[in-house]
């Protein structure tokens, strides 16, 4: 699988935002012993407090979003 320049960025990117969750009470790291090892991340209670505050972020978002992403949008999942 070919790497793009920007997804070594992504991966480091990706890895602080979890760091800073964790550090924040919000997620909990579990790695596993096994051999290649294995990283689980967990939401605790307060992760889950969050639950309806998103809720409500992603509904207003749905609502308030024009249309459809055009195709090859970078942004597009």
Not at 31 to 55: D, F, M, N, Q
Request: aromatic share 6%; no cysteine; net charge negative.
């Amino acid at each position: 699988m070919a790497r793009s320049p920007r997804s070594g960025w992504f991966i480091a990117s990706g890895t602080l935002q979890l760091r800073e969750l964790e550090a924040d009470g919000v997620i909990v790291r579990t790695v596993s012993a096994e051999t290649p090892s294995r990283v689980e991340y967990e939401l605790t209670a307060l992760g889950h407090s969050l639950t309806p505050i998103l809720a409500t972020l992603h509904e207003w978002g749905a609502r308030h979003r024009p249309g459809p992403l055009p195709s090859g949008t970078p942004d597009q999942h």
